[in-house]
């Protein structure tokens, strides 16, 4: 036993001077700055492409007629007949359906004994005024008979004229009795039936008559293409019901405004359909050409970051420092994106940046 406490003894002290020269050496190792993680990072690059082969933009599209109207009746009564129904084509002027009213015809009949009642008495006060008028120099009457008399002649004109425009009236209001069609067009909708009760406040229409010679092909285009759309070249409607059927259809009219809740413009082509092959309602797909650019230019997708609240990318500089710039996007797609402005052709783009770099750090550019 105290030969091994010698020995742990010897073991300590030879030890002892070992750990004394090691340990400098380590501590001024701890004391040397680390290197820095950014010159260790690796990024591949990827350099803009100029866009030639511009896509159509591609839109959803409803049909809708031309022109399209609900019918409605402008006087009360009763169905008594009804000459269309739906699918049937009418010419403008065509009769429709024709109204019963009884009361309508007694109030006319009224107004009618009213008018002539009203012409005997004003007949009657004329002579007496002209009577009156010629015994005035006579000196058999005065003054004022006479003004009275005259007066009384204008009363009746006034009753009569007023009497007159009444009856006018009943008689425009029974002319709506008989319902016809405002312009040509196909019968849509028929909502009147023989013997139903009609009222001038009733909020179903009677019939609904739409023009399809012409048709209406409608596109909503979001606010941030809506300038890049080539206006004067035809769009493409295809319609998937109908065999993926193609037609050209072109620029009618932009509404020139956009709708706050969707950041949409309606815009409304014309499609040509004077055979009436194609019924109004159906939807479909427009491909509308697009304004090419010759600055526009084209980097994956995986490019992009938000920075800032804005879209942005990382490049490599000359020197193999990261720079941000902020860049103002065109069309998207699953691969990539078009870039309006912020790039140069000749930018380094990186790819896939991650949180670890920022403004200012050094990279290397990866050969592979």
Known sequence: MPNLVKKLVIVAVVAAPVWFFLQPETQANSKQPPQSVAESLSVRIAQPKVISDYQPLIFNARVEAIEQSD????????????????????????????????????????????????????????????RYVNLRDSGAVNVT??????????????????????????ENEFAYTEITAPFDGIITRRQAERGNRITRNDAIPLFRISRTDSLRVIVDIPQTQLFIIDQQLPAQLTLPDLANQKVEVALSRLSGEVNRETGTMRVEYLLDNSDLNLPA????????????????????????KT????????????????????????????????????????????????????????VSVATK
């Not at 427009?286 to 526009?296: G, N, P, S």
């Open 71 to 130: 019918i409605f009746a402008r006087a009360d009564g009763y169905v008594e007949n009804r000459f269309v129904d739906i699918g049937d084509e009418v010419k403008q002027g065509d009769l429709l359906a024709r109204l019963s009213s009884p009361e309508l015809e007694q109030q006319i009949y009224q107004a009618k004994a009213e008018v002539n009642q009203q012409k005997v008495l004003l007949e009657l006060t004329d002579k007496v005024a002209s």
């Open 145 to 170: 008979e006479v003004d009275e008399k005259e007066a009384e002649l204008a009363v009746a004109k006034a009753t009569l004229a007023t009497y007159q425009a009444r009856l006018e009236q009943l």
């Open 281 to 304: 309602g159906l939807t479909g797909e427009v491909a509308v050409q697009v304004r090419e650019k010759t600055d526009a230019l084209r980097i994956p997708v995986n490019a992009l």
């Open 307 to 362: 920075i800032q609240g804005k879209p942005s990318v990382m490049l490599v500089n000359n020197d193999n420092q990261v720079n941000i710039k902020h860049v103002r996007l065109g069309r998207l797609n699953n691969s990539d994106v078009e870039i309006l402005s912020g790039l140069g052709r000749d930018d380094r783009v990186i790819l896939n940046p991650n949180a670890r770099l920022a403004e200012g750090i050094r």
